[in-house]
């Protein structure tokens, strides 16, 4: 779990990794000194989906009419917020968004991580078509943000000294 992630958006509590070794990896490379890895369970009932490409795109055209806005009100952030990363995006939608801030408790979407060791149990044999092929793969890592402390049950002290 890692406090205060803006690579996703802004959380009250914390990211959660579903992989122990992605956890250990950031915590070796964060200079944070607050960074735990945690045990538990997240309730996701309340949940903005970005794996989900249909709310992805409704998310992005909000945040274009967003920044169009912003820009309007303040035309010195054009320059800041049209070169905005994704976990910027998220946290001006949330910060001037109220029905985001009130409905959505856990933000999840899929992180590659494209120097992941290949693994044997995958390998395919293309018949010289790759067009709309469809691979299983492991470098694909499901995140969750947690944006309240509701979300989360279970947790247990840190598990892992790194």
Known sequence: MKKEDGWVAECTFGTIFQMLNIGIRIKKDSKAEEFKILKGNLIIENMLDLTDLDICKSVSLLWDFLKNKLIKDHPELENSLNKAESGKKLNLIFLHIETYKLNYEVIKCAARYPKTPKSNLFEYHFD??????????TE?????????EKCLFEFSEEIIEV
Request: net charge positive; hydrophobic share 25%.
């Open 128 to 137: 010289g078509n790759k067009n709309n092929f469809c691979e299983v793969t």
């Open 140 to 148: 694909n890592k499901i995140i969750y943000n947690a944006k309240t």
